[in-house]
T-cell receptor, first 112, second 113 residues
Framework: NAGVTQTPKFRILKIGQSMTLQCTQDMNHNYMYWYRQDPGMGLKLIYYSVGAGITDKGEVPNGYNVSRSTTEDFPLRLELAAPSQTSVYFC???????????FGSGTRLTVV | GQQLNQSPQSMFIQEGEDVSMNCTSSSIFNTWLWYKQDPGEGPVLLIA?????ELTSNGRLTAQFGITRKDSFLNISASIPSDVGIYFC?????????????FGRGTQLTVWP
């Protein structure tokens, strides 16, 4: 079982560049989430989705966009990278409310 | 959003010692979860608690869902070097209809051999 797969694992971007962080899950989970993790700050929710075609903002959505065209995929888009977006990004999924999340192994992004 | 206060922020202990950490919230949760994150990896679920007062074990780990529904505790007995990592508590708001968890800031555990 692959679970939640994130690509790439590492990326360096220049200020103003754009990129898409990929996330796919093979567990047929309805709920998917994007978090960012900064040292000592825990996990902050960026966007989430409760099913294909439905997305909503989390705590820190500014500078990001998402789409959910299929159950499996939930890409995160950065349009104009800024140094403040240097972080580790985690995608996660769950089947139902109250279930524990399954996390991907993360994407470490540096914006210079 | 919900505020979860997790303490301590970090712990430095010797192999074989027991560890305790806790998490409190300003409002009621109906689910508490504990995760562990190894360096360079995503968090992995350790224990899930669904009922006030519930005490659940997973090997050397024991977690409890507080009676008030506003807190949870995690204990690790006889720590070993592979226990090193960041431990996160997470709670599900009973008012949430969207399956969103709220996370504490984590407890960084270092175990000296």
């Amino acid at each position: 079982n692959a679970g939640v797969t994130q690509t790439p694992k590492f990326r360096i971007l220049k200020i103003g560049q754009s990129m898409t962080l990929q996330c796919t899950q093979d567990m047929n989970h309805n709920y998917m989430y994007w978090y960012r993790q900064d040292p000592g700050m825990g996990l902050k929710l960026i966007y989430y989705s409760v099913g294909a075609g439905i997305t909503d903002k989390g705590e820190v959505p500014n500078g990001y966009n998402v789409s959910r065209s299929t159950t499996e995929d939930f890409p995160l888009r950065l349009e104009l990278a800024a140094p403040s977006q240097t972080s580790v990004y985690f995608c996660a999924s769950s089947q139902r409310q109250g279930d524990g999340y399954t996390f991907g192994s993360g994407t470490r992004l540096t914006v210079v | 959003g919900q505020q979860l206060n997790q303490s301590p922020q970090s712990m430095f202990i010797q192999e074989g010692e027991d560890v305790s950490m806790n998490c409190t919230s300003s409002s009621i949760f109906n689910t508490w979860l504990w995760y562990k994150q190894d360096p360079g990896e995503g968090p992995v679920l350790l224990i899930a608690l669904y009922k006030a007062g519930e005490l659940t074990s997973n090997g050397r780990l024991t977690a409890q869902f507080g009676i008030t529904r506003k807190d949870s505790f995690l204990n690790i007995s006889a720590s070993i070097p592979s226990d090193v990592g960041i431990y996160f508590c997470a709670g599900l708001d009973r008012g949430s209809t969207l399956g969103r968890l709220y996370f504490g800031r984590g407890t960084q555990l270092t175990v000296w051999p």
